[in-house]
């Protein structure tokens, strides 16, 4: 973009970025430092922000009596597994969805409303009784099947807007080049869509990595638990609340999510770039 | 990318757009979503409609009488049913409604050739990348009286020793967990809306600005009309959202103090989950998406007209 | 296997279906499948034990007596499944209802007579050996038993209690009471007053969930508030019932001798206060002993104090239970491994680590014992014989008036939007209102 904007008008975009950024990210600073206070600090009327006395023992803790290291194995294999097929399942839907007019495609788009306003909390025993029918209960495959349909109406919706985005004319430029109809959709459409399909990986990899209640019925063994089971375990009766180990176990849980998005935030560029040049 | 790539070209396709021959590509492309959608989200939807005009009970072999609309009739009269809509229709609005402008400003500096913006694209996700058990834990913490981070911001500015309780007071408690509401689901509406920003081409822009369009002009006719259909979705979809929220408040204030804060799912869960009342349960789940319906109807119908132009 | 049947009635599909059918079916069997049966080929079985310790030294003396009893019992193996406390009761409605209920539930009595009402607990009356039902003290065992039957074995109590910042007593000259002799209402609200000076409030509650509580010490002054059993019972709001609750909203308004704001506080939340002298007092289940020893500041002197009394000291007993479910397919055996459990031995290991009170006398001795009576632990020895049944608990309206009446309306009166008189009717159309429920 070569329209220069003045310096002034810089300066107070780096301030409201900043402004947003301790809105959003000061909750994670503050669990890094709780993770490193002993149990005295963290009962101080009026806590410092840096640990006077840092310790690691929280975080031996967190991985000692647990076993936060085999739940987050479990998780990513889960979050991985149901993030893959969510985009595999529903990129070519949200095409059709978007592209052609069908009665199949207004009853999905019915299904994507209704499945996302009635209450889910209600849907879980009906949900409980068919994985138990399939043998699916207290099994990590089971849980994955339900990430997937749980975050396709989003990747759907999402999906299809992108699609929509994405004029037409490009496609029958290519049509009429002599392309096939799938060659138009691999060369023409899916690099457009790489931010889409970007944010909809995401959606699927978090949503599946801090997904808590299926989670919590799905699965009994504690072998098989994810990770917000096993950090829901730091909080015991009456809001007790065990708050180091839970402050370092949840910052080692929140970064596989940001890590996974600090690499891909630089493709929700490069894709659309890929995609004007072969546009 | 697999599926697509297996598939056979064929040479002699139709250009887009011919309707019969390509509603058997559609059919086929949905098909793969077909499966797992039916047998693990509509079956059991189908079976909680169901439930709403039944007078099903949690119980050991329990049996279940169809009641038709006796459910419906006693929500109309059930005054914490209509409070609890009530705080929902409050909290859906106030979330949803800062939720975009808070994120629409965040996408367009996000959006804007600024340093070291990959680390500011990271860490605006951090609410996204944090377990909810953990952030209702975390907000409950900062709001604490006592010990809590806001009161000791306010002590350490020289506001003296202030022991509000945010979440426990009657009139506090539903703004701050707004605030927390707004907080937790920023990521996903800035992403959805960045990518979209990043979907305006950037000719468009150029064009506009060699025209002598400032700033302002440039976003309100070349970006705005652009970003609708994004706009449109991520609001409609936080809306429903917010409206269904349930765990984040769950763990903040489990509907207190006084009821305050009792959203419509949390009632709904009450009543499943502690009482046992399923059928008035999954009534009271048809009657908001009847009521969602409604409310969206316009929003949707626009929405529609768009799509078929 | 299912998947397989997947795959093959794909096939005949086009292959883009096949494609992703194949897929699913690759993850199914990529991340392993089926679970483990319940019950093995030579007469082994195996009971699932759903339990929500949570201290350290609880969850390890869990283990230890899982280890125990399976290496005494090749046969009948029980396998240890933690919940988080917080989660018990949901995972239980599903499970019930999926019928895949663990055989050994670990919950506490409250909770169980919503599922005693549904049927999803077995009767244990039968099942109970005479030593362990000779152990525990009959107003536990009636805190369990609904319709003459027993639905869960008593493990361990909590009470309410005061607890004392020791040095500002002596600063305020305040002599704290002793177990002959106990403070009265009336006295512990003097000391609040006595207590609270300038920055100090003599009392911090953390009154977040007050039903429970108000309810409970109200037996102090014979409020028992509710009358008759089951759809038909009453609820009464007079003179008894009028004490605690009258009393609490005195010292906040009146006396302005409790914080305001603890009341909307978690028990947990008062304790940074309480360390840093904020308050001189707070009133909390005695378990929070394990965190005044844990986390109070060095040189930081505190002391529980014995139970209130008003015309007595008694207090609801809420006892955490092991229930059998109904189906279970081995009762007789999950009920002997909870008699193991209940054993005296047993019972005071894990009272030790949560800080609570043995259900069972001979357990109550024992933790007295191996205690030597410090850290409260002699207080908390003779505190079961306060402890009996309330009749709220097992009434059918309770659990629905708590969460949509009692809570809220307390809560209101508490922040003085309620007149005692008004929130003694709200109470009783509630109570009404859920008893129509069922």
């Given at each position: 973009m070569n329209t220069r904007t003045r310096p002034a008008v810089r300066v107070l975009q780096y301030l409201a970025l900043a402004g947003y950024l301790i809105f959003l990210g000061f909750p994670l600073l503050w669990m890094l430092t709780t993770a490193f206070k002993g149990p005295k600090e963290l009962v101080e009327l009026h806590p410092s922000l840096v640990p006077e006395h840092p310790t690691l023992d929280n975080f031996v803790t967190a991985f000692t009596t647990q076993g936060l290291a085999h739940s987050a194995w479990n998780s990513l294999q889960v979050s991985v597994a149901a993030a893959v097929l969510t985009v595999l399942v529903s990129l070519p839907a949200a095409y059709a969805l978007a592209r052609f007019r069908t009665r199949l495609g207004s009853v999905a788009i019915g299904w994507v409303l209704v499945s996302q306003l009635f209450p889910f909390i209600l849907l879980v025993i009906p949900l409980f009784l068919i994985l138990k029918q399939l043998s699916l209960v207290n099994t990590l495959p089971g849980l994955v099947l339900v990430y997937v349909v749980w975050s396709l109406p989003f990747a759907l919706w999402m999906l299809q807007g992108f699609v929509r985005s994405i004029p037409r004319d490009l496609e029958e430029a290519a049509a009429t080049d002599g392309a096939s109809r799938m060659q138009t959709l691999i060369r023409v459409v899916v690099p457009l869509l790489a931010p889409g399909v970007v944010a909809t990986t995401l959606f699927s990899f978090v949503s599946a990595w801090n997904e808590f209640f299926f989670a919590l019925v799905i699965l009994q063994d504690p072998e098989k638990s994810t990770v917000p089971l096993t950090l829901a375990r730091f909080v015991g009766i009456q809001g007790v609340v065990r708050l180091g180990p839970l402050a370092a176990g949840a910052f080692l849980a929140t970064l596989p999510s940001l890590i996974v998005f600090g690499i891909l935030q630089r493709r929700l560029t490069s894709g659309i770039m890929a995609g004007a040049v072969k546009g | 990318m697999a599926i697509i790539t297996d598939a056979p070209a064929r040479p002699t396709q139709a250009p887009p757009g011919t309707r019969r021959r390509g509603n058997g590509y559609a059919y086929l492309l949905l098909l793969p979503a077909l499966l797992p959608v039916v047998l693990f989200s509509v079956i059991p939807l189908l079976n909680g409609i169901y439930l709403g005009f039944t007078d099903s009970r949690a119980g050991f072999n329990q049996t279940t009488h169809v009641t038709g609309f006796a459910n419906y009739a006693k929500l109309l009269h059930d005054s914490l049913f209509w409070s609890s809509f009530k705080i929902g229709l409050i909290w859906a609005f106030g979330v949803t409604f800062i939720q975009f402008f808070l994120a629409l400003g965040l996408a367009s500096l996000l959006n804007q050739p600024l340093r070291m913006r990959w680390l500011a694209r990271t860490l605006a996700l951090v609410p996204w990348a944090m377990p909810p058990v953990i952030v209702g834990i975390m907000w409950r913490l900062i709001y604490q009286p006592d010990a809590g981070l806001l009161s000791n911001l306010l002590y350490k500015l020289g506001l003296g020793e202030h022991s509000v309780n945010w979440l426990g007071d009657l009139s506090t408690a539903l703004p701050a967990v707004i605030v927390v509401g707004v907080w937790a689901g920023m990521p996903q509406t800035t992403v959805v809306l960045l990518a979209g920003l990043q979907g305006v081409p950037a000719e468009l822009h150029e064009a506009a600005a060699v025209d002598g369009a400032n700033a302002w002009r440039r976003f309100r006719s070349v970006t705005l009309p652009a970003l609708r259909p994004v706009i449109v979705a991520i609001t409609s979809l936080d809306f429903i959202w917010n409206f269904n929220s349930f765990g984040l408040v769950y763990v903040l204030t489990d509907g207190g103090p006084a009821g305050k804060t009792t959203l419509p799912m949390l009632f709904a869960y009450q009543q499943a989950f502690q009482y046992g009342h399923f059928g008035y349960a999954a009534a009271l789940g048809n009657a908001m998406v009847l009521i969602i319906v409604a409310l969206l109807a316009v929003y949707l119908r626009r929405r529609m007209r768009e799509a078929t132009q | 296997m299912r998947t397989s049947s997947m795959k093959t009635s794909s096939m005949r599909r086009p292959r883009l279906l096949g494609a992703a059918a194949a897929l699913s079916a690759a993850v199914l069997v990529l991340a392993g499948c089926g679970s483990g049966s319940d019950s093995g080929s030579s007469g082994k079985i195996t009971l699932q034990f759903s339990s929500y310790a949570w201290q350290d030294p609880t969850v390890k003396a869990t283990k230890d007596i899982v280890a125990a009893w399976n290496a005494a019992h090749p046969n009948v193996q029980v396998k240890y499944i933690p919940v988080d406390p917080d989660s018990v009761h949901d995972k239980l409605v599903t499970q019930f209802a999926g019928d895949s209920a663990p055989d050994i539930i670990h919950d506490e009595a409250a909770d169980i007579a919503g599922f005693v009402k549904q049927g999803y607990l077995a009767d244990m009356s039968k099942l109970i050996p005479a030593d362990l039902k000779s152990a525990v003290p009959q107003g536990v065992w009636d805190s369990v038993s609904f319709d003459g039957k027993v639905y869960g074995a008593p493990t361990l109590l909590q009470s309410y209690v005061v607890f004392a910042n020791q040095s500002l007593l002596a600063k305020a000259n305040v002599t704290a009471p002793t177990d002959a002799n106990p403070w009265t209402w009336d006295q512990f609200q003097a000391a609040a007053k006595q207590l609270t000076t300038g920055g100090t409030f003599g009392l911090g509650w953390g009154?977040?969930?007050?039903t429970a509580a108000v309810l409970s010490m109200a037996l102090n002054f014979d409020g028992k508030f509710v009358s008759g059993s089951g759809t038909s019972s009453k609820l009464t709001f007079g003179d008894a019932e009028k004490q605690v609750p009258q009393r609490i909203h005195d010292m906040v308004y009146t006396d302005k001798s409790l914080s305001p704001a603890t009341l909307g506080m978690s028990g947990s939340d008062v304790l940074p206060g309480f360390f840093a002298g904020k308050y001189a007092m707070i009133v909390s289940g005695n378990y929070t002993s394990q965190q005044m020893v844990q986390d109070a500041p060095s040189g930081f002197q505190w002391t529980m104090l014995p139970m209130l009394k008003g015309t007595s000291q008694a207090q609801a007993a809420d006892p955490q239970t092991l229930s059998v479910a109904a189906q279970s397919k081995h009762p007789s055996e999950a009920a002997q491994f909870i008699a193991f459990y209940d054993n005296a031995q047993n019972l005071a290991q894990l009272a030790q680590g949560d800080w609570l009170i043995p259900a069972s006398d001979p357990a109550s001795k024992l933790v007295a014992q191996q205690t030597q009576g410090k850290n409260g632990w002699g207080a908390m020895a003779t505190m079961g014989k306060n402890l009996a049944v309330a009749p709220f608990e097992s009434a059918t309206p309770y659990a629905q008036w708590k969460t949509e009446t009692a809570t809220p309306d307390f809560q209101q009166y508490f922040a003085n939007k309620l007149t005692i008189d008004q929130l003694g009717q709200k109470l009783t159309e509630g109570w009404t209102k859920a008893a129509a429920n069922g």
């Open positions: - | - | 009154l977040k969930q007050p």
